[in-house]
């Protein structure tokens, strides 16, 4: 009995197709990152993803001047 494929895994499955059909380059690892993207999301679901987000905002941020901006300069 084979089970029934997610939306997700659909969407990976054929973004994987299209990029075997691609030249090695920079378009056949943006398709491949697309899929394994979604195929982490159907692992994990939405949630986790939040989460993830919540996670990376939380963390302070370094600041940088522009060296154009610095007084002095």
Known sequence: MERKLSGLEK??????????????G???ND???L??????L???????LMNQRSAARA?????IEPTSQRPGR
Do not use: I, S, T, Y
């Open 11 to 24: 969407q990976a499955a054929d973004a994987l197709r299209r990029a075997r059909q691609l030249p090695v």
């Open 26 to 28: 920079a378009e056949r």
């Open 31 to 33: 398709l491949r990152q």
């Open 35 to 40: 899929a394994m993207g979604l195929l982490w």
């Open 42 to 48: 159907h692992r994990n679901g939405m949630d986790a």
């Open 59 to 63: 963390l302070p941020k370094a600041v």
